[in-house]
Nanobody, 125 residues
Framework: QLQFVESGGGLVQPGGSLNLSCAAS????????VGWFRQVLGQEREAVSC????????MFADSVKGRFKISRDNAKNTVYLQMHSLKPEDAAVYYC??????????????????WGPGTVVTVSS
């Protein structure tokens, strides 16, 4: 029973930075590619960034390339998302879930994965 808990969200000014954490429990994260998604009220949930199980491969949405970084520490069973130069349009609820291994073709939630509560990121002056 793999379960993810997101944390690190909060209020940040435009141009600021914020670091999110995704802590897994129930199973080892060693064999799971993991993705960060976000959703704004009234809009579709979109993939932000995904990372392979060994951390050697990653992908980013065009909207965040050059500003966000994804990393993982399998020993801590945790995946991270470092967000820089934040824009108002980055404000959303951020979620992490296991994703399909073929991340180069786009981040897709693993069919059996479920959405957790997420963590809220607010970008405002």
């Amino acid at each position: 029973q793999l379960q993810f808990v997101e944390s690190g969200g909060g209020l940040v000014q435009p141009g600021g930075s914020l670091n999110l954490s995704c802590a897994a429990s129930g199973r080892s994260l060693d064999y799971y590619a993991v993705g960060w998604f976000r959703q704004v009220l009234g809009q579709e949930r979109e993939a932000v960034s995904c990372i392979s199980n060994n951390g050697l491969r990653s992908m980013f949405a065009d909207s965040v390339k050059g500003r966000f970084k994804i990393s993982r520490d399998n020993a801590k069973n945790t995946v991270y998302l470092q967000m820089h130069s934040l824009k108002p349009e980055d404000a959303a609820v951020y979620y992490c879930v296991p994703v399909s291994h073929d991340i180069e073709t786009g981040c897709r939630k693993w069919p059996s994965g479920t959405w957790g509560p997420g963590t809220v990121v607010t970008v405002s002056s």
